[in-house]
């Protein structure tokens, strides 16, 4: 019995002794790896800080970043790309030199023909951008134009400071008289060549009607008969309601007074048109637009 027990202690401080060196091992581990982890991470924090302090070749914001870097960057690149092309093999879809002259006509073909479609869009675009660039030219003599003549004009009133304003009212004036006398002549040739060429429609074309209920007898016309409006009061009226500035309403109406054939030349020469809702309503067509 003494043996045994002596037996057992023998083993139980052993185990003790074992698991207590255990113990020490995997806590001496532990603190190796934390140890290892921390100079990692030190190393990471110490990378990051230098690739932050470097300068981004990438970066629009950044304002040392030059065409020339770019370019560099890209053609290391492209270089290294070249390099790597260099070292490797190409690759054959098949030994047959048929299927591979076939397949790089295709290929051919296919470039071709996007080629083609490039052209053709460069073509349009550099037609519309001569366009463009004529009406530009275009617009830039009519500001020209217009520059000399204010030019001209602060010429003028550098010359002449002390002009009165009577004086410009009088020119103003003038220039309105020689206007009202230009559109009176023009009104006596218009009227001369509508009497001339657009006289009144015969008897043949007259009609007869009635007012208010009583016949037009009695008035100078025995046979009842009344003639339509000349070409020249339809004009006339028409260009009065284009230029009324009291309740502006441009349009005529067609009434028994007018005859119908003056009415369809006006509209088939573009001189009228209908109203888009009335089509018994006509008016002056606007030719300064």
């Not at 490797?88 to 470039?111: C, F, H």
């Not at 260009?239 to 067609?254: A, R, V």
Request: with cysteine; hydrophobic share 30%.
């Amino acid at each position: 019995m003494t043996d045994l027990s002596a037996a057992r202690r023998f083993l139980a401080s052993s185990f003790d002794q074992d698991h207590q060196h255990q113990s020490t091992n995997s806590e001496k581990a532990e603190k190796q790896l934390k140890m290892e982890i921390k100079e990692q991470w030190l190393k990471l924090n110490k990378l990051h800080d230098k690739l932050l302090q470097e300068t981004c070749l990438g970066s629009v914001k950044n304002p040392e970043c030059t065409m020339l870097q770019i370019s560099e960057a890209k053609e290391q690149r492209l270089q290294a790309e070249v390099d790597i092309m260099k070292k490797s093999l190409p690759s054959l879809i098949t030994p047959n030199s048929e299927v591979i002259e076939a397949v790089l006509l295709t290929s051919l073909q296919s470039s071709t023909d996007q080629l083609k479609q490039t052209l053709s869009v460069v073509k349009t675009q550099r037609r519309e951008l001569v366009e463009e660039t004529e009406r530009e030219r275009k617009l830039l003599g009519q500001h020209m134009e217009v520059k000399a003549s204010l030019e001209q004009k602060l010429e003028a009133e550098r010359k002449e400071p002390g002009k009165p304003a009577s004086s410009r009212l009088k020119s103003l004036e003038e220039k309105k008289r020689r206007g009202l006398e230009e559109q009176q002549r023009l009104m006596r040739n218009l009227g001369q060549f509508v009497l001339k060429h657009y006289p009144l429609p015969g008897p043949e074309f007259s009609r007869k009607r009635k007012l208010s209920g009583k016949s037009t007898k009695g008035d100078g016309n025995d046979d009842g008969e009344d003639q339509y409006l000349p070409l020249l009061n339809i004009l006339e009226g028409l260009m009065n309601k284009s230029t009324s500035t009291e309740e502006y309403d441009p349009y005529l109406e067609i009434t028994s007074d007018l005859w119908p054939p003056y009415v369809e030349m006006l509209l088939r020469c573009g001189i009228a048109k209908r109203h888009p809702e009335d089509s018994n309503r006509i008016c002056m067509t606007a030719f300064h637009i």
